[in-house]
């Protein structure tokens, strides 16, 4: 686990691997709730008889914004802010979807901060993120994250000041 007091200790990170996750299993379940949560029910995510009798594999594929949407999770023990008083999620640069997710696979996150810059009073921090299907050569996805930082110490100094 990295600690991130500052901007400074962030921009040390540059070009590093910061993490590799445990294993989650992706179960119908979980594609299910993404289905009724986002309305997407396209077949090949939900229905089972269907996509064992038309897909390769016969296995139904989680959504790709789901392998997406679990990044937070496989990735949150990477870093640690400390004096944070809040973070916000900026988006993505790039995404790209390359190995589908079919039902009980294992999938883990594997990050690495590209950039670490100040942006006002913020940390802007980017980073690769990838989602990676045990035994599958390529990852599900690789994304580009964008986040922004408030450290605690910087918000009340920039309340002070406008006062």
Excluded at 67 to 94: D, H, M, W, Y
Aim: charged share 25%.
């Amino acid at each position: 686990m990295h600690i991130i007091r500052s901007i400074e200790d962030a921009k040390a990170l540059e070009g590093q691997e910061i993490g590799v996750s445990d294993w989650i299993t992706v179960d119908q379940q979980r594609i299910d709730k993404f289905a009724d949560a986002t309305g997407d029910f396209q077949w090949i995510h939900v229905d089972s008889g269907r996509a064992a009798a038309e897909l390769p594999g016969g296995k139904t594929i989680a959504h790709g914004y789901l392998t997406l949407s679990l990044i937070p999770a496989l990735t949150n023990g990477f870093a640690e802010f400390e004096n944070l008083a809040r973070a916000v999620n900026f988006g993505c640069n790039k995404l790209r979807f390359y190995t589908p997710v079919t039902v009980g696979s294992r999938v883990r996150g594997r990050a690495t901060v590209i950039q670490a810059r100040k942006r006002g009073s913020a940390l802007h921090l980017l980073s690769e993120i990838k989602v990676e299907v045990e035994g599958q050569r390529k990852p599900a996805c690789i994304a580009e994250t964008l986040g922004m930082y408030f450290f605690a110490d910087v918000v009340e100094e920039k309340a002070v000041s406008n006062g």
